[in-house]
């Protein structure tokens, strides 16, 4: 599944009329194609992208379990 189909499913589910979803977005590639932005665009009354700060692992609760990670692994 893409972010793509990711993002048509999670809207076709739970988007609801008279209401707007917010979306906190961190900056993978994946996020960031060009190809959807004609979809963000297209969406733009449903859905409200919150993009985080390009380096916040404090926002980003899976920074944690990628350093945890990588402890256990290297050390």
Known sequence: ???HDFL???LRRQYRANHRIAMVI???GYH????LWPFFKE???RVRLLWLPP???NL????RVW???????TH
């Open 1 to 3: 599944m893409t972010f």
């Open 8 to 10: 048509d499913s999670f």
């Open 26 to 28: 961190d900056n993978a």
């Open 32 to 35: 960031k194609k060009k190809e």
């Open 43 to 45: 969406n733009k009354k």
């Open 55 to 57: 380096y916040s692992p």
């Open 60 to 63: 980003n609760p899976i920074e």
């Open 67 to 73: 350093r945890l990670t990588r402890r256990r692994v």
